[in-house]
């Protein structure tokens, strides 16, 4: 119901910059929260920032400062500004959305396919 491409990602030295961008496209009732997760080789996937229709924000602590998370109702798309990168941001990057698809449903996560970042020293 709900489809999710990203891009932006790439190779970036260290202390550059970056812009991860995802489009949600297909059909749902409402979307609520749109954010970004990241998967370290051999690590767990975790949280790096979101944010809700209202506009509030939570940022990973390790990227507090550094990344701007921000989406466009009406475009249906999410973003992520990324400054400062560090070695430890290298990771696969993966958008997601909460969703219901119908009125009557529950809200649903749904995940784009993944963006590589790495960042070089």
């Known amino acids: 119901q709900v489809q999710l491409v990203e891009s932006g990602g790439g190779l970036v030295q260290a202390g550059g910059s970056l812009r991860l961008s995802c489009a949600a496209s297909g059909n749902w009732f409402s979307i609520e929260t749109m954010g970004w997760y990241r998967q370290a080789l051999g690590k767990q996937r975790e949280l790096v920032a979101d944010i809700t229709t209202d506009g509030n924000t939570r940022y990973a602590v390790d990227v507090k400062g550094r990344f701007t998370v921000s989406r466009d109702n009406v475009k249906n798309m999410v973003y992520l500004q990324m400054y400062s990168l560090q070695t430890e941001d290298t990771g696969v990057y993966y958008c997601?959305?909460?969703?219901?698809?119908?009125?009557?449903?529950?809200?649903?996560?749904?995940w784009g396919q993944g963006t590589q970042v790495t960042v070089s020293s």
């Open positions: 997601y959305v909460g969703a219901r698809p119908y009125t009557w449903s529950m809200s649903a996560t749904y």
